[in-house]
């Protein structure tokens, strides 16, 4: 299958109540196991890649090309998007989109609300062009990701009222209480501001920060109007809390194959669990 925009993948979603998980990828080992994974449970799937973590794999036209090719040989068949994650420059999400990026998200919700608007309204103008779907924040979610720091604010329902009505975004990520990265405490969700904005702005909703929430305040989320679920640290966790141990065990061996795939088994358990309490497995087909 073709990779596709999260445009239908999410308003399927928001139909059948369930949430479509955004994995982030870090590189080669990395994109093969999230792949081989999703089509073993059969669940669609939004590949999540930071500006940084393209720029790592060698630029926006080798991860379309490495995700294409990977797709072909390993005979890929669920419905697979290629989404640009917290790009804070207009011009980056031109640049993935070009590349073959087929979703983008425009994150200047450190930016006044007006400036938010005006920057999201020319990327979802040339991604919509194209054929490419577009994302976009409002509030802040707080904690870090790739060296991106931030503080929490929730956002107002009104502001994402306009957000919606004026720019023609394909998903809406409020941010209500969820942080990147690992929670120090229990994370508060906004859940009344999140079914609010949810019935305002008619929008699929999108969790970020989804590591680290308990499974049944997901599942409350999801019941919220929250059709997209961003899952990194999780995964980050898992890698090396089994390459460590394997480095530890084996310090003689050089065979980096084997070394870059000690850490693997534990990418994929995370998978499996989070679309089990996302509810995504077996909509592949839907
Ligand atoms: P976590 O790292 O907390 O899972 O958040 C991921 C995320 O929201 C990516 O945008």
Redesign the pocket.
């Known amino acids: 299958m073709a990779l596709e925009p999260i445009t239908e993948m999410l308003q399927k979603a928001k139909k059948g109540h369930y949430a479509v998980p ?1 994995f ?1 990828v870090w590189n080669l080992e990395w994109i093969k196991t999230v792949l081989s994974t999703c089509e073993e449970i059969q669940t669609p799937l939004i590949l ?1 890649v ?1 500006v940084n973590g393209s720029a790592y794999m060698g630029g926006y036209k080798n991860v379309v090309s490495m995700v294409k090719n990977l797709m072909e040989s390993m005979e890929i068949a669920i419905p697979v998007a290629i989404h640009l ?2 790009a804070t420059k207009v011009e980056d999400c031109f640049k993935a989109i070009d590349a073959g990026f087929t979703s983008v ?1 425009i994150d200047a919700s450190k930016e006044v609300f007006e400036i938010n608007l005006e920057k999201t309204k020319k990327v979802v103008q040339y991604a919509h062009e194209k054929g490419a779907s577009v994302e976009s924040e409002l509030g802040r ?1 707080g ?1 870090q ?1 790739d060296f991106i720091v931030a503080e929490s604010a929730y956002a107002i329902p009104e502001e994402c009222a306009q957000m919606v009505k004026e720019t023609g975004i394909d998903a809406l990520a409020p941010a209500l209480g ?5 929670y120090h405490g229990e994370p508060k969700l906004g859940f009344k501001q999140m079914k609010e904005i949810a019935e305002l702005t008619n929008a699929p909703l999108v ?6 929430i308990p499974d049944e305040e997901l599942k409350k989320a999801i019941a919220c109007g929250t059709c997209k679920i ?7 966790i898992a890698f090396g809390n089994l390459m460590r141990p394997y480095l530890i065990e084996h310090p003689n061996e050089l065979d980096i194959r084997k070394i870059m795939n000690s850490g693997v088994p534990g990418i994929a358990k995370v998978i499996k669990d989070r679309c089990m309490v996302f509810g995504s497995i077996g909509k592949a087909k839907e």
């Open positions: 955004q982030n999540g930071s994650d917290h998200m979610v904690g990701e969820s942080v990147h990265g690992i969790l970020h920060g989804g590591s680290g961003n899952v990194n640290t999780d995964c980050l």
